[in-house]
C-alpha cells in the first residue's frame, strides 16, 4: 500500500517581494478581498432594498467595517494575548510594539469587538437602527473571516496539534524552525551545523551559549532558522532534503477554521437572512455569536494553544473568549426578541 507523507509547506508569505521583507503580502490582499466582498455584496443587498441602508450608505459603511476591523483586531491582540506591547519600546521605528502590525498580531475577538463599536457609530451618524447594520456586518463578516484563515495557513501561523505523518491533511510547517524550536531540538540535529559549515566543537560552543542565555547565540540561531526557511521557500532541494525529516506534522488547523469560520458559518448565516428571513433586527448578528462560538470551541481542539497562555479548565484562551460570545449571543437573541417587529420594505414579516 501507498503510505501517505505530510505536505511540506511551501508557501512564501509574499504575493509579491519588492526587497528584502518589503513587498506585497498575502495576508494584506486576503484583508482586501475581504473587504472588497463586503462592499460588493452589500451594495447587491442595498440595490435591493434587503438592508437597512442604501447604495450611497455602502461605501461610508464599508470605511467603518475596516476601521473597526484593523483597530480592534490589533488592540486585542494586544489585550488579550501580548499586554506587553503596551510597555515596550524600541529605538527603531515604529518605537512601539502596538504598533509594529510589521510583525503580525491581530486578534479576530478584538476585531469583533471593534465592528461593533465601528457599526454603532455608523448607525448612529446615519439615524439607522444599529441591529440592523449589525445583522449585515455579520451576514458579511464569513468573507473576511475565510480569506484571513488561508492567509494564515500561508504564513504558517496559528499551527495545529500533532498528527500522524500519515493522515491525509498532515503538513509540516518550516516556520516552527524559527518559532518554536528550543536548543534541544538544535542539538538533535548535528547534521545542521555541516549544512553552515560549522566545526563541531563551534557548533557546540554556539549551542552552549545558547543554553546559558547569550543574546548573541540565540539571535545566530534565529537566523539559521530564516536561513532554512527561506531555503524551503526558495525550493532549494537540498535544504528540503536536511529540513523536512526534522519538522512534525501536524494538523492544518488554520484551513479547518477557514471551512467552519467561512464556508458554515456563512451557510448558517444565509440560511437565517436569506430562508427564515426574521422579523426582527438582531437575530442574524446574535446567531453569528452564538454559531462562530461554537465553531471556534470545536476548531480550537485541533490548534495549538497561543505560546505563554496556558489553559484555563482545558480551554485556551480563544475557546474561553468564544465561550462568552455564545453566552453573549444568547442574551442578544432574547433582547431583541422582546423588541417591536419593524415595519419597512427591508424588513417583510416572516418567522422568528
Known sequence: MLELAAYLHRLDPFAW????????????????????????????????????????????????????????????WVLFYNPSALWTFTGAAPWWEVLAINRGGMASHGGMIGIVIAMSLFA??????????????????PFGLFFGRLANFVNGELRGQPCDPTFPLAVKFPQEIVEDWSVAQWRAAPQLARHFNLPALRWEELLTRAEQGSREALAQLTQYGRDLLAGVQAGNEEVIRLVEP??????????????????????????????LRPARHGVVGAWFLITYGVLRITTEIWRLPDEGIERVMGLSRGQWLSVAMVLAG???LWCVRRRPVPVGPTSPPASE
Request: charged share 15%.
Open 17 to 76: 517581494r519588492i526587497s528584502g521583507d518589503f513587498g506585497i503580502r498575502w495576508y494584506g490582499l486576503a484583508y482586501a478581498a475581504g473587504f472588497v466582498c463586503l462592499y460588493l455584496f452589500a451594495r447587491f443587498l442595498a440595490r435591493r432594498r434587503r438592508i437597512v441602508m442604501d447604495e450611497p450608505q455602502v461605501g461610508d459603511f464599508v470605511m467603518y467595517a475596516i476601521a473597526g476591523t484593523l483597530l480592534g483586531g490589533r488592540l486585542g
Open 330 to 332: 444568547g442574551i442578544v
Open 246 to 275: 526534522l519538522l512534525i506534522a501536524r494538523h492544518p488547523s488554520q484551513l479547518y477554521q477557514a471551512f467552519a469560520e467561512g464556508i458554515v458559518l456563512g451557510s448558517v448565516l444565509a440560511f437565517i437572512f436569506f430562508v
Open 124 to 141: 448612529r451618524r446615519h439615524r439607522l437602527d444599529p441591529f440592523a447594520v449589525l445583522d449585515v456586518a455579520a451576514l458579511l463578516a
